[in-house]
């Protein structure tokens, strides 16, 4: 009886310590945009570079209103943001953040 209640406790230790599920459910958000390659790999060019739709489109040899579209998606989950330079816009990563979580997801599948 006494390690069903050590078992009990143990768990309910755990449940205790999890984030909230709205919590969770943008952390599973948040993953999800790391999920598209051509977001990764626009997310990898401005971890290079600040740079602009059609630099972005000449790099990756997409479609300006592809890399557009791709864009409107990451600035709606706060990793990249824009910054108007006279008639351009520049995109950069967001904060430190992405790009931590960038290196950790490269280091990560680079393991052997």
Not at 32 to 46: E, H, N, P, V, Y
Request: net charge negative; charged share 30%.
């Amino acid at each position: 009886m006494a390690e069903n209640v050590k078992h009990t406790d143990t768990l309910e230790a755990i449940r205790s310590q999890l984030p909230p599920d709205d919590v969770i459910y943008d952390l599973a958000d948040l993953f999800k945009m790391f999920g598209d390659s051509t977001r990764a790999k626009i997310l990898q060019c401005l971890q290079i570079r600040d740079l602009n739709v059609g630099e972005i489109a000449d790099v990756l040899g997409m479609s300006v209103s592809a890399v557009s579209h791709q864009l409107r998606v990451l600035r709606g989950a706060k990793l990249v943001r824009g910054t108007k330079e006279g008639k351009e816009v520049k995109y950069s990563l967001d904060d430190d953040h992405v790009t931590k979580i960038l290196e950790c997801g490269l280091a990560h599948v680079n393991e052997s």
